[in-house]
């Protein structure tokens, strides 16, 4: 028979470590800060920000954080979770450090707990504040937490972990494939690995394959301005990392009317907005909507292959980068002018055949990764809701 109890947060934790109202001067390396916008989706994505070794003793008198502990953000967002591993690191403002009663509460338990619907929604029923919304330390300890027997509270762990581990082992699989295709696309069109025997001549972009082409990017781009002018198109945004469906990050719509926005197609350039880092992508899904402020051009195909120029100014990047100019608001302005004198060197149409054949088996890979991630993931999240309330019995389960 499977017992649940019900109980305040802070009577199942040995250890609320909360570093709110201090901030920690930061450097170009040293020890990773965990910030709050780095805590997404269950997970700890790459940090860029670092406290310097010497002042990290200085700086984390509340408490050090453990290998397995919770990492909770307070707000903006409020109630992203995750699970630190053994590596050293700081905590930020926006974020608090949990770790539950030996033998009582479970960490990866409790993780998952704020993950679900029921966690989640009863951490959410306690934040204040009007535009920025959060939680302060006082109500997040008074959150109710719904939770078995410490056995029984492992093996859901243990049921839901398998699955994320296979996720996580499917997204660093599929890193290696996007950065082996890379490192292919630089030593052909960037190194002139396989051309060195060839001969090469003098260009704008120094020494060239002969029958290479150096063209500007206002020979085969132009802006393209579509609005969406009735019903609704899936929203999309543009980061340093490429186009990303709304859906998967962000809560609120682009506007309150899509008719402001602009139609994305497929193999547009776009580029969004930013005050430090170009944000720019080529659209691959069909069609989508972005915001009004982003600049679109379309491309001519008949000039150059829109998946060779996004590699291209992938392995450039630093060469695109001052295109970012001032913008009266906030946000990015680009440097039309630069743009359209921008050099790109373009391959013989063959040449690029050839590689394509390559990439598209690594793609082909990737591809059946993401769709075993699919289908990983949505079982996950099928069965997390069933395992919190207990409608789903452990004792039941053949595992």
């Known amino acids: ?38 805590i997404k989706n269950g997970r700890i994505e790459t940090p860029t920000e670092y406290i310097a070794e010497d002042n990290y003793d200085s700086w984390m008198v509340r408490g050090l954080p453990k290998e397995g502990d919770v990492v909770l953000t307070t707000e903006a967002p409020l109630g992203e979770v995750a699970q630190l591993d053994d590596r050293k690191i700081a905590l930020a403002q ?25 966690g989640h929604s009863r951490l959410c029923a306690r934040e204040t504040g009007t535009t920025v919304t959060g939680i302060k330390q006082s109500e997040l300890k008074e959150v109710l937490v719904s939770y078995p027997s410490y056995e029984i509270q492992l093996r859901i762990s243990e ?7 296979k996720i996580e082992l499917n997204r660093r699989i599929n890193d290696n494939l996007e950065q082996q295709a890379q490192a292919l696309f630089k030593s052909w069109f960037v190194d002139f690995d396989p051309f060195k025997d060839g001969k090469f001549v003098d260009s704008e972009l120094g020494m060239i394959p002969e029958g290479w082409r150096v063209v500007t990017l206002s020979s085969f781009i132009t802006p393209f301005t579509e609005k969406v002018l009735a019903g609704s198109l899936p929203e999309y945004s543009v980061t340093n990392n490429g186009i990303i469906p709304r859906s998967g990050k962000y809560k609120k719509q682009l506007s309150s009317s899509t008719s402001k926005n602009k139609v994305l197609r497929k193999f547009n350039l776009v580029f969004g907005m930013s005050r430090e880092i170009l944000n720019w992508g080529i659209m691959l899904d069909e069609i989508g909507g972005v915001s009004s402020a982003y600049n679109i051009y379309s491309i001519d195909d008949n000039v150059i292959n829109p998946l060779y120029l996004k590699y291209y100014m992938e392995s450039k990047i630093s060469y695109f980068n001052d295109l970012i100019g001032t913008a009266a608001r906030e946000g990015q302005a680009l440097d039309k002018g630069g743009l359209d004198n921008k050099l790109i060197l373009v391959p013989p149409f063959d040449i690029w055949c050839k590689f394509q054949v390559k990439d598209t088996t690594l793609k082909k890979t990737i591809s059946t990764k993401e769709t075993e991630t699919v289908v990983l993931t949505n079982l996950r999240d099928s069965i997390l809701p069933k395992l919190m309330s207990g409608e789903i019995k452990i004792n039941d389960l053949n595992c």
């Open 1 to 38: 028979m499977e017992e649940w109890k019900e109980d305040k947060l802070i009577d199942l934790l040995d250890q609320l470590i909360d570093y709110r109202g201090k901030t920690p001067v930061k450097t170009e390396s040293g020890v990773p800060l965990i910030t709050a916008k780095i």
């Open 94 to 118: 926006r974020t608090v450090c949990l770790r539950g009663k030996n033998g009582i509460l479970d960490n990866k338990y409790l993780k998952y707990y704020f993950l679900s619907n029921i």
């Open 159 to 165: 049921i839901l972990s398998s699955l994320d581990n």
